[in-house]
C-alpha cells in the first residue's frame, strides 16, 4: 500500500500572500496545509518547472473579512533554514 507523507504547515502573517512575503513552514515538503493569521486555512503544493525552478500552487480562499483570492502560483524566490523551521520568500504571482 502507498501510504501518502503528511502535508507540512504554512504560517502567514496576514490574511493574504504578496511579492516579498516570507511564510513560515515547519519543514519542506510537497504539499502543504497553510494558515493565515486570520483563521483561514488553504491548501497549497510545490510544483517544479522544466528547469526545477520552484513554485507554490496555493488553492483559492476567502479572507476572515470576505474578500475571495483565487488560486495562483507563485515563484518561490529563496528557501533558508529558520531553527526548526524554514522561511519561503515568494516572488510575484505567475496566474
Known amino acids: 500500500m502507498n501510504e501518502r507523507a503528511e502535508p507540512g504547515r504554512i504560517v502567514v ?4 500572500l504578496f511579492p516579498g512575503v516570507v ?3 515547519d519543514r ?9 493569521s486570520d483563521g483561514v486555512r488553504t491548501e497549497a ?3 517544479r518547472d522544466d528547469n526545477g525552478s520552484p ?3 496555493v488553492v483559492g ?7 475571495v483570492l483565487p488560486a495562483r502560483v507563485w515563484p518561490i ?8 523551521e524554514v522561511n519561503i520568500e515568494l516572488g ?3 496566474r
Open 13 to 16: 502573517e496576514g490574511s493574504h
Open 23 to 25: 511564510v513560515h513552514a
Open 28 to 36: 519542506l515538503a510537497d504539499e502543504f496545509d497553510v494558515v493565515f
Open 45 to 47: 503544493a510545490i510544483l
Open 55 to 57: 513554485a507554490l500552487d
Open 61 to 67: 480562499y476567502a479572507t476572515a473579512a470576505g474578500t
Open 77 to 84: 524566490k529563496s528557501i533558508e533554514d529558520a531553527g526548526s
Open 92 to 94: 510575484a504571482f505567475l
